[in-house]
């Protein structure tokens, strides 16, 4: 019963802040001096404490610059005040304005404390045969049960995880998709997705929803997307944008980023397309070396790496849109992400993975509940060596530090959730070390330079890794810095 009673708590507590946030902005009109009132009032309503408060300040800041504001007015022009509510301060509360109680209540209940964000993918087929791609090789029966999907979904809101990405394969290929989320009514959707399936008619379905908010899938200007795509696939992308915003939908785009299109994603002229779309967010993926048969040519270099570190910045302090570049933006999360520290995934067949890009699990969902899977000692040992570097230029165990993941998995029994999993950090290590090395010359020399630093000292406040943990990272990185300096003087 108590933990009934806490757990009413905190749903209250939490729709009581998305409550203020969600009226603030569908009240946003036409005078921009009230709109900055009307938002900032709410966030300083909802942030609370000390760790909170550098986000509120950062974005009292940005608000009142041309950026910013611009970034409402779009807001207001593009999207519906439903799709606002149930959408953007959803993600808002989500991401940034959490219950400071929420840690401390897992943590007693379930024994462990809760991501962010839940990846999941009810299906790996999908309508498009993509290069490369294996979603043809699946069919219905490989599904997730509906049934499964929505118990996991039910499991992660009762230990506080309202804010879903659904993957796959196509993720409105699943006949179940939107009877699923109807149920979730109190949380909040981001499918990522080719646009195939968005018409005119599923558009006003998901803005009626208003808590879907689906990221389109687009690897740059039409001559990238239908190469990767196929012919024809651009244009059903951009066609899917024009329907979500006529609809008044809040909706992103995603790029998977390769040495031959990171020119064309960074070029000033395909980011004010996708603002003249509608997105209004995007997430930048690099190029993976995953799956069976990975192509390392495609990988951007580390130099590639830095050219879009630098672009995506400067977007972010000058245009109305928010890109979010997974591994560049390391330093906003203290580094990687993964092993439920603030996300996971949990594949078709129920396997829990601590990323989207890592291929093993210990733990299925249909042998035990997902807080077990959270807890095991496989996300255990993996949340205990974040960061994997002092400098999260360099965030990730998978291609910055090519051997911390495959340790972690060896240890801890993992077994391979896709064929060929194993690939990158064997056959291919050569190779993944060369890569590593050549991020480490490039992106020591850009944190020694730069003003990440000030990031590097709230992590512990905003992201819950340890200070003594910190500071140990600290004295590697600036031995490592000494000896590579040693080095170069000899
Ligand atoms: S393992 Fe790599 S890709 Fe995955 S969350 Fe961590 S840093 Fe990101």
Not at 188 to 207: C, E, H, S, V, W
Not at 251 to 257: C, D, P
Not at 284 to 304: I, K, N
Request: charged letters at 25%; a negative charge.
């Amino acid at each position: 019963m108590t933990n009934f009673r806490s757990r009413v708590v905190q749903w209250t507590k939490r729709e009581v802040a998305e409550r203020a946030l969600g009226r603030a902005l569908a009240q946003l009109g036409n005078n921009p001096e009230k709109n900055a009132k009307y938002l900032l009032g709410a966030v300083d309503y909802v942030a609370s404490g000390e760790k909170q408060g550098i986000i509120r300040d950062r974005v009292h800041r940005w608000v009142n610059e041309e950026a910013g504001k611009e970034f409402l007015g779009r807001i207001i022009t593009h999207t519906h005040p439903n799709c606002r509510r149930r959408s953007l301060a959803r993600m808002a509360v989500s991401m940034f304005f959490r219950d400071q109680n929420l840690r401390e209540r897992c943590l007693q209940e379930y024994g462990v404390t809760p991501p962010y964000v839940m990846l999941i993918s009810p299906s790996m087929r999908c309508n498009y045969r993509c290069q490369g791609c294996y979603a043809a090789s699946y069919e219905r029966k490989d599904d997730m049960d509906s049934q499964v999907f929505d118990r996991v979904l039910s499991e992660a809101e009762d230990m506080g995880i309202n804010f879903f990405v659904i993957l796959g394969g196509e993720p409105f290929i699943y006949p179940e998709l939107l009877d699923v989320i109807k149920k979730h009514d109190k949380s909040f959707f981001q499918p990522y997705t080719n646009g195939y399936f968005i018409d005119k008619k599923m558009a006003k379905r998901l803005a009626d929803l208003g808590n879907v908010a689906p990221q389109i899938s687009v690897n740059g200007p039409a001559e990238y997307t239908d190469a990767s795509r196929g012919k024809g696939s651009f244009d059903v992308c951009m066609q899917a944008m024009d329907n979500l915003r006529e609809a008044g939908c809040v909706f992103g785009f995603s790029s998977l980023v390769t040495q031959h299109n990171v020119d064309a994603i960074c070029s000033e002229e395909w980011i004010d397309q996708l603002i003249d779309k509608g997105a209004l967010y995007g997430w930048l993926f690099l190029y993976m070396p995953v799956g069976g048969d990975p192509d390392l040519s495609l990988m951007p270099t580390p130099e590639q790496r830095n050219q879009l570190r630098v672009v995506m910045k400067q977007y972010r302090e000058t245009k109305p849109i928010l890109p979010i570049d997974f591994w560049n933006d390391g330093p906003l999360t203290g580094g990687c992400i993964s092993g439920g520290r603030l996300y996971f995934h949990v594949n078709h067949r129920g396997d829990v993975e601590p990323c989207i890009f890592v291929h093993f699990a210990t733990h299925n969902i249909h042998n035990c509940s997902l807080a077990e899977a959270l807890a095991s000692p496989f996300f255990s040992s993996i949340k205990q060596s974040q960061p994997f570097c002092y400098n999260t230029l360099r965030p990730c165990p998978v291609i910055d530090h090519h051997q911390a993941m495959w340790n972690l998995i060896q240890q801890n029994n993992a077994n391979p959730t896709h064929e060929g999993a194993e690939k990158m950090f064997t056959e291919l290590e050569p190779q993944m070390k060369e890569y590593s090395d050549g991020v480490q010359r490039v992106m020591d020399d850009v944190w020694d330079n730069e003003d990440y630093h000030n990031w590097a000292a709230q992590w512990e406040g905003l992201c819950g890794i340890p200070p003594e943990r910190l500071e140990q990272r600290r004295k590697e990185y600036e031995e490592s810095r000494r000896k590579s300096s040693y080095a170069t003087q000899t």
